[in-house]
């Protein structure tokens, strides 16, 4: 399943069922597994500390 189809989902998620709702973590969890996987093909091999950076800061950097 693609990013941006999970991340729309999220969002119906998100005004159906509320941020607390398990439909929602559950959603949220498979996005967050998603990006996971794609940070290092988008950034290459960064350090830790960048890497939390790059989340924090929205950049690769």
């Known amino acids: 399943m693609n990013e941006e189809k999970v991340r729309n989902e999220l969002y119906e ?17 498979e996005l967050d597994k998603i990006i996971a996987k794609i940070m290092p093909s988008k950034c290459g091999q960064v350090s830790m500390k960048n890497n939390l950076r790059s989340v924090r800061y929205g950049s690769c950097y």
């Open 13 to 29: 998620c998100i005004d159906k069922y509320g941020l607390q709702d398990d439909k929602t973590i559950r959603k949220s969890q």
